[in-house]
């Protein structure tokens, strides 16, 4: 057993928590590992309400990519906060609503004509997405992937495949959603090794055995493809592990949605907006979604999601097909104030951010490699710019995972390691089964890199010190 205590709380923290359990409702997944009690934030420094200063590499679960309360940001909101509020945008018309949207369009992959709709969360732009595709197609079949994670509304639970407490007790949740093993390489359900998995050509495209399982049995065994309506995936999973598919993957399902008239959604929702070294994480092959799910990092910190489709599955005028004036819409999607800090906060990335991330992630990502040779109990590295991941393993040679507790009081190893950073100043979080993840704003530097680095290979050290 690992010796481990969690962090302890200073009493005036303790206070502000004992207010907070009295009012807020219990679902939230707070943890005894990373107490924080936060006051203030300015860049990647976060301030607790004892004036502790912490590096923060999850953003906001990559939220503040511009970094926290960026200086631009807050000029652009109280501009337009001096001008206008609110008055909603699926009624009536502002230019702040329409520039975003002609940006948007611009940067989004997709060299077509595009049609945005905007809502206030990422689950919201996944709920959009769905309806955009069954309306047009008018069909009633779905396929997701394990280890994904769009939300927790009904149609975000039922497209999840991440954590069984995200589903249960929810049922029935909707119907003739067909899940399928993502491309997890290191850790392949089927047993394969990549590149020795590429079975076959699809339609003259390279297929990875993952993929096979859906051409080859779903769509031969359970279900017909013509029955399809969409395939939503993450081009990079987030929550699922920062997992990164190998370069044959969606070229693969271009081509089989394609064939089909299937939509294919990417959900950039974590991946997008420069996090990953480009604009967007599928930048990186080439392939173009029929519809973008964007949020998090749009508008720093201010809640917006954004659903960019091609314009025939999203205006009546282009296709016949697509929904009519009343089917959808929101309250405060588009809200003006929101719009000027997400113009703001692409340009920001635009300009700054999007090089830094790759230049700032490849180092990590290459001081983390030499930091895995080091350490036994690091099984991989992978990812891309800012978005790094890192497997934990108990046996590199056999992959086998830690056990479920590793220490008298019942943590696990993700508790461990990142309540152990957050003791010595850096907030990191844990994702998928057994890893971490490395989701700093955008503007850090190659100092904010080498501090992180130094305070998890302490942490490192010490628990493989204990282990041997």
Known sequence: MIKYQSPEVSKKAKE?????????????????????????????QVTDVNGRNYLDFGAGFAVVGTGHCHPEV?????????????????????????????????????????????????????????KIARYFTRRPRMVSFLGAFHGRTFAGMTMSGSKKVQRAHFSSLIPEVYHIPYPYCYRCVFGQK????????????????????????????????????LIMLEPIQG????????????????KMADEHGIVLI???????????????????????PDITLIAKAIASGFPMSATVGKAELMDPAVDSRAWVPGC?????????????????????????????AAKVGGYLKEQLNEMMARHKIIGEVRGLGLMLGIELVADRATKDFFPPQVTRAGKNI???????????????????????????????????????????????????????
């Open 74 to 130: 807050i000029t652009a909101v109280n501009e337009q906060i001096r001008k206008l509020i609110h008055i909603s945008g699926s009624d009536f018309y502002y230019t702040q609503q329409i520039e975003l949207a002609e940006k948007l369009a611009q940067i989004t992959p997709g060299d077509f004509e595009k049609r945005v709709y905007f809502g206030s969360s990422g689950a919201e732009a996944v709920e959009a997405s769905l």
């Open 194 to 229: 990549y590149p020795d998995c590429i079975s076959h050509d699809y339609k003259g495209v390279p297929l990875i055995h993952c993929l096979s399982y859906l051409a080859d049995v779903i769509f031969e065994r359970l279900i017909n493809p013509d029955d399809v309506s």
């Open 266 to 288: 990417f959900d950039e929702i974590q991946s997008g907006l420069g996090r990953t070294g480009r604009w967007f994480a599928c930048d990186h092959v080439g392939i173009a």
């Open 16 to 44: 502000i928590m004992a207010r907070d359990k009295k009012v807020m409702f219990g679902a939230h997944t707070r943890t005894d590992e990373i107490p924080l009690v936060i006051d203030h934030a300015q860049g990647a």
């Open 328 to 356: 959808h819409g929101s309250t405060f999607g588009g809200n003006p104030v929101i719009c000027a800090a997400a113009s703001a906060s692409l340009k920001i990335i635009e300009q700054e951010l999007i090089d830094n």
């Open 414 to 468: 993700k508790e461990v390691i990142t309540g152990e950073c957050f003791k010595r100043g850096l907030i990191l979080y844990g994702a998928g089964i057994s890893s971490l993840r490395m989701s700093p704003p955008l503007m850090i530097m190659k100092d904010d890199a080498e501090a992180a680095l130094k305070i998890l290979d302490e942490v490192i050290t010490d628990v493989e010190g204990q282990l041997s």
């Open 239 to 254: 929550e699922g592990g920062y997992i990164v598919p190998p370069k044959e993957f969606l070229p693969a399902l271009r």
